[in-house]
């Protein structure tokens, strides 16, 4: 039999929809292999084959034309992932170059991420930045417009409408034309209609804020701003997180999630101001001259038993908004990553969240570098969110202050 190909391109959800077609024809007794003409995550299953070469960092890239060839002769069905977006959820395509469908598709599914709903469209979409090179012929003149508006606002806030004018004019238009006799699928992959979160009953959120401040010249935790020290403005953005999370799980599954908080700080300043508050536990860092990782290993071997996941937030980040920590936490839950992090500009940071099968690596770490190693080591596993490096900074020294609006710091 003539091998039936399915090329899959787009962004925010490529390989949750390889996965599931991969599985539905596998268990329909068809020989199916897997593989990518661009680069994607090695994928194990007893149900079929993934094909690549080592590509350095977990990633496999494309197995070459010979033995494409061959793998078609080979198997019934073979499901490829022939674009990449750098994990987020939207993508302006290179018109030249992407996506990379090889000639003997038999189907296209083209897949755009609803998690990009609610964000600023220059954090969420890859290749924004070039997005006017890559305006083409097939968008009316009223069209064209309305996608050069977005364009010119790097601050416009992706909903419903702009995901699928998106997928219509820089991917389904273009492929029908170019590919007129292939068949076009499109899918927008939503989480929240996941029930991943189930796996977690009990969330920590755990406050780093034992810190020594030695480039910002004075203990900056406890530096005012607005009338707030630094830690109490990252605390409130914790606590109301807390709340709204809670309700949204309440409200949308009817699911009743337990987060607490967990100050940990070498300060005794800070003990003395949050030891008769009911709204954390507070724990005492003896050893905070060995960096993060004393904080991290003292939360972790407090909470390892009674909860299933905690994240991590260092106690100076002033510029996380509590809208986007929100919906940072709310994705992480409803993903089926075991572990995610922050990422600004392509670089990996914190806030961390981890499961709890990764506490005993989190009990292991040594010095100032905190959970980077084990983020590094597992961030094609990872739920990556992306921000804005300007929706994202932490404060280090007393110059990093006038990087902050006043009405941005609450």
């Known amino acids: 039999m003539k ?25 329909k007794n068809y020989k199916v292999a897997v593989l990518t ?26 197995i070459g034309d010979e033995e494409y060839k061959r793998v078609c002769k080979e198997y019934d069905y073979i499901i490829i992932e022939a674009d990449g977006s ?4 939207m993508k302006i395509p290179n018109d030249k170059k992407e996506p990379v469908i090889p000639d003997n598709t038999n189907e296209i599914h083209i897949v755009f991420g609803a998690q990009a709903i609610g964000r600023k469209i220059s954090a969420v979409c890859h290749r924004y930045e070039s997005a006017f090179d890559n305006i083409n012929e097939n968008i009316n003149q009223n069209t064209n417009k309305e996608i050069l508006e977005v364009l ?6 992706v909903d419903e409408h702009i995901l699928k004018l998106f997928m219509k004019y820089f991917y389904i238009n273009p492929l029908k034309n170019k590919y007129k006799n292939i068949k076009i699928y499109s899918h927008i992959v939503d989480l929240s ?32 701003i607005n009338n707030k020290k630094m830690y109490e403005i990252v605390l409130d953005t914790l606590n ?25 700080t070498s300060h005794k300043e800070i003990i003395e101001e949050q030891k008769s508050s009911n709204k954390q536990i507070v724990l005492y860092n003896d050893n905070a001259n060995e960096g993060l990782s004393s904080t991290i290993r003292i939360s972790t071997e407090y ?78 596993e990872a739920f990556l969110y992306h921000i804005l490096e300007e929706d994202f900074l932490d404060i280090d020294t007393k110059e990093d202050l006038k990087k902050f609006k006043e009405e941005d710091i609450k």
């Open 86 to 89: 750098r994990t987020k959820p």
């Open 37 to 62: 003409t661009t680069h994607m995550c090695h994928i194990k299953s007893k149900y079929f084959d993934c094909y690549g070469v080592d590509a350095g960092s977990g990633k496999i890239g494309y």
């Open 303 to 380: 909470l390892k038993n009674n909860t299933d996941a905690i994240c991590y937030v260092p106690g100076d980040l002033i510029g996380l908004k509590q809208n986007e920590f929100e919906s940072f936490i709310r994705l992480s839950l409803l993903s089926n990553n075991d572990i995610s992090c922050f990422v600004s500009n392509y670089q990996l940071s914190s806030p961390t969240f981890i499961q709890k099968k990764f506490f005993d690596k989190a009990m292991e770490v040594k010095g100032d570098k905190g959970l980077r190693e084990l983020i590094k080591e597992k961030k094609f």
């Open 193 to 224: 209609k996941s029930n991943n979160y189930k796996k977690y009953k009990n969330i920590s959120f755990v406050l780093m804020a034992s810190g020594s401040s030695i480039r910002f010249g004075e203990n900056k935790l406890l530096y005012k």
């Open 3 to 27: 091998s039936y190909v399915i090329s899959i391109c787009g962004a925010g959800g490529k390989t949750t929809i390889l996965i599931k077609l991969a599985l539905y024809y596998a268990k």
């Open 240 to 264: 109301n997180t807390k709340l709204n999370i809670i309700k949204y799980f309440k409200q949308k599954f009817n699911y009743d999630l337990n987060i607490q908080i967990v100050l940990v």
């Open 152 to 157: 010119h606002n790097k601050d416009k806030i």
